[in-house]
């Protein structure tokens, strides 16, 4: 079956790092997604992977390591705004996408 | 329209009612997705459209059809709601066949009754 991993929850200080984890195991994989989406609010796309390494769009960056079924997205320099819900999804190879539960990321002062 | 538009945003339903959610895009893209998002479940596909005229079943379609007559419009009907219908609902879009992102609509919150 396919399966998409990422923790529940995490909890960051504003103006820290966080690291968010997703590992997958797919039929076939055509690219990886990252999605942030706020409470009552539709997913909007934060980054696509596709080639092993290391993506980055100012304050966030997406990791990408296809052997091993891994990526993480890293949001540095923390804001309350980046509370929200982080959505990793895989691209298999029938070009569906399959989506992890969510992770929903709280920001302390 | 700007993007992707779905209607109603909210609804109360009572049980055995037929309904119709509307979702149009004006980015002409090729293929469109309905999902349904749970707490606790994340997103699962419902019916998906690679291109107008054709239709597929998604992860959980079971209560749902869907029509795609032609490129803007992807309606999803549920011909008898039950209960466990109750979600919020998603419909997205994308061009199909390529890593491009998929943008979604504002969703519709679905209470059945």
């Known amino acids: 079956g396919q399966n998409i991993d990422q923790p529940t929850e995490m909890t960051a200080t504003e103006g820290a790092i966080v690291q968010i984890n997703c590992t997958y195991q797919t039929s076939g994989f055509n690219g990886l997604f990252w999605y942030q989406q706020h409470a009552g609010e539709a997913p909007t796309f934060l980054s696509y992977?596709?080639l092993d390494g290391l993506e980055e769009k100012g304050r966030f960056s997406s990791f990408l390591s296809r052997s091993k079924g891994y990526s993480y997205l890293l949001l540095k320099e923390l804001q309350m705004k980046d509370s929200a819900s982080y959505l990793c999804a895989v691209l298999d190879s029938n070009y569906q996408l399959i989506w992890g539960a969510g992770t929903k990321l709280i920001i302390k002062p | 329209i700007a993007g992707i538009t779905q209607a109603p945003t909210s609804q109360i339903l009572a049980a055995g009612r037929r309904m119709t959610l509307r979702c149009t895009q004006d980015m002409r893209h090729n293929a469109m997705y309905w999902y349904r998002q749970d707490l606790g479940l994340g997103l699962r596909l419902i019916h998906y459209?690679?291109?107008?005229?054709?239709?597929g079943k998604g992860e959980v379609p079971d209560g749902y059809s869907v029509s795609r007559a032609n490129t803007d419009d992807f309606p999803l009907t549920l011909a008898s709601a039950v209960p466990s219908q109750t979600s919020v609902y998603f419909c997205?879009?994308?061009?199909?066949?390529?890593?491009?992102?998929?943008?979604f609509g504002q969703g519709t919150r679905l209470t059945v009754v």
């Open positions: 992977n596709v």
């Open positions: 997205a879009s994308s061009d199909s066949g390529t890593g491009s992102e998929a943008f």
């Open positions: 459209s690679n291109t107008a005229g054709t239709t």
